[in-house]
């Protein structure tokens, strides 16, 4: 007995100090930039790891190194399209998701298979079609384009991940509701809403990230330096012609990425719950 537990207790060892070196080889990239972001530009890519000259000049000149603006109003851009889309995101994808596990209404079955058939679609084929509708309608160079679709269900995976958790929910629960008189609104926002936390919080984390680091639709829609978001803020620090600040890029780069983590560390536990008892159910 005593032997088996010395093996467990090594195999556990074992598995730790793995685990330990391959979390360090993940995150090696992020730690050699953020040791390059204290270095000057001619030491980033030498061979030593550690600064030669610690520095901070690269956080204070890259903080407003873009003429006109500086990385401030760019974070507030950011923080303010990624809130509104997190809001847009729960709002519709708890209202939907009730709708189809709870209510019984015509076509629910061809609607959720459209449903499903659209997260399947690369957001590359539908980008020329809306970028014409939104151009017709004046919203280039806005923030509408990168906020209102959250709000009429742009976002269907989020409506498949709250169907599935509701469907765990004991409809039971709806019964002794309506037995108190609850009507279905009263029900989804009493009942359901509040059991349904974990994947709020998931949908919350997935969308502020996707909206956080999201490029390639904030730099089709967005054109004045004074609507920037981090990402084309980071962007604006390579230069085609052979002149790019690293060292401020990396700088910003570990600024943009404090928001992340924080997030993450917070809300770990809620992420992870919600992934995991989402999907299990039928």
Known sequence: MAKQRKNTILTRGFLHIFLIIFGL?????????????FKTDSDIFSSNLFPTHWIITQYTKGWSALPGVNFGKMFGNSFFIAILVVIGSLFTSSLTGFAFARLRFRFKAPLFAMLMITMMLPSQVTLIPQYIVFHKIGWVNTFYPLIVPSFIGASPFFTFLTVQFIRGIPKELDEAAKIDGCNMFQIYWRIILPLTKPALVTISIFSFYWTWNDFFGQLVYLNSPSKYTVALGLQSFLDQQGSSQW?????????????????????QRYLTKGIATTGLKG
């Open 25 to 37: 080889f993940m995150l090696y990239p992020i730690i050699w930039m953020a040791f390059s972001s």
């Open 247 to 267: 060292g401020q890029m990396f700088a910003m780069s570990m600024l943009s990425l404090i928001p992340v983590f924080i997030i993450f560390i917070f809300f």
